[in-house]
């Protein structure tokens, strides 16, 4: 056969092939043991010695035109695969599901929602935001809080102990107070801090209650602090969260570690103030407890109570949700009904 016909042949075999299955395939026809440069390189032996050199260095110069233009061909039908590959695999990122999309979007829960919206609310009044762990030792639940062992005020909360140590000496927090003890340890006065988290009780969930439930702390420590400061702190968080409208009381109430101490009750949103089953016929919800930081407290974690004073406060994040959405059972924020959750 012709060489230049048989090179011909051979470059239209590789471009025909369009995938590294039927290059593969291509190559050994072209030049395979039994293609025709083989069968070529067989019949060279017929030739005269001066023939079958000019031949051979013929041949051998076609072989290597083909080698290169194969591996070329490798080459273009290896980044055609890949780019195809990447085409088929392309996650587009700007894709939109609609509302009638099958794939319904989730959002933030409620207690969530309200938990930044609190944050907001003293942030923008000046407090920054710390944290604290869930599980506390004794000593920053209750002693360092003022409440020693054996104290009766221990039993104002009933208490998840952990199965961890010394018997009753880990608790679930029952407040967020003991990360006031944290903060005014680790920190020097003075302090204007909020400390949002979920806090536990053995209590029996009902309208205004859960067992699992969050509360927002609030220390303040500095010079000269009054109950004034603390009772104009109460009416500017109630009138930017809820509204001028609700109105706010201070009750006198007793908590170990506030002295004076009191409960923030706002005007029950439910019934407005009528009497109903989510305020108990009183017209009135508590939110939070508050007082002045009791100088028991500055001494057990070394701050001069004669230098410093201080408030701090602790809003129940639920029941302020409860009492901004008008919800009237605290347990649905629980019960995970999507048709409850979906309208926040
Ligand atoms: N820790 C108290 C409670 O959970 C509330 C409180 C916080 C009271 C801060 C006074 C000061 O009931």
């Not at 039993?155 to 952990?162: A, G, K, V």
């Not at 859960?210 to 702390?217: G, K, R, T």
């Not at 602090?225 to 500017?236: N, P, Y």
């Amino acid at each position: 056969m012709k060489l230049e016909l048989l090179e011909a042949q051979a470059h239209s075999t590789l471009a025909g092939a369009s995938s590294s299955a039927q290059l593969a395939e291509a190559v050994t026809a072209v030049l395979g043991k039994r293609s025709p440069l083989a069968l070529a390189h067989r019949e060279l032996g017929a030739l005269d010695p001066e023939g079958r050199r000019q031949a051979g260095r013929e041949l051998h110069e076609l072989r290597e035109r083909l080698e290169s233009l194969a591996s070329a061909r490798a080459a273009e039908i290896a980044a055609a695969e890949r780019q195809a590959m990447l085409d088929a695999d392309r996650l587009d990122l700007t894709e939109e599901t609609s509302v009638a999309s099958p794939i319904a979007r989730g959002r933030l829960h409620l207690v969530t929602q309200t938990r930044r919206a609190l944050e907001d609310v003293f942030v923008g009044m000046g407090f920054s935001v710390a944290e604290g762990p869930e599980a506390e030792t004794d000593w920053y639940n209750f002693e360092a809080l003022n409440i020693p062992p054996a104290h009766p005020a221990r039993s104002m909360w009933d208490t998840f102990y952990l199965d961890l140590g010394q018997p009753e000496s880990v608790v679930l927090r029952t407040h967020t107070s003991p990360v006031q003890v944290h903060l005014m340890e680790d920190t020097a006065p003075p302090i204007h801090a909020v400390i949002p988290g979920r806090c536990y009780r053995r209590e029996t969930a009902d309208a205004r209650h859960l067992a699992v439930f969050h509360q927002v702390e609030g220390l303040v420590v500095d010079h000269d602090i009054s109950f004034a400061d603390l009772a104009g702190t109460i009416e500017t968080f109630t009138n930017a969260y809820f509204g001028t409208d609700i109105h706010s009381r201070l009750r006198p109430a007793y908590f170990p570690f506030t002295e004076p101490s009191a409960e923030v009750e706002i005007t029950c949103t439910i019934c407005r103030g009528a009497g109903c089953r989510t305020c108990s016929g009183t017209g009135w919800i508590e939110l939070a407890g508050c007082g002045m930081v009791d100088p028991a407290v500055f001494e057990a974690v070394g701050i001069d109570p004669t230098e410093w004073s201080g408030f701090a406060f602790g809003f129940g994040i639920d029941r302020c949700a409860q009492m901004r959405h008008g919800i009237a059972d605290m347990r649905w924020l629980t019960e995970n009904d999507v048709r409850f959750l979906r309208q926040f």
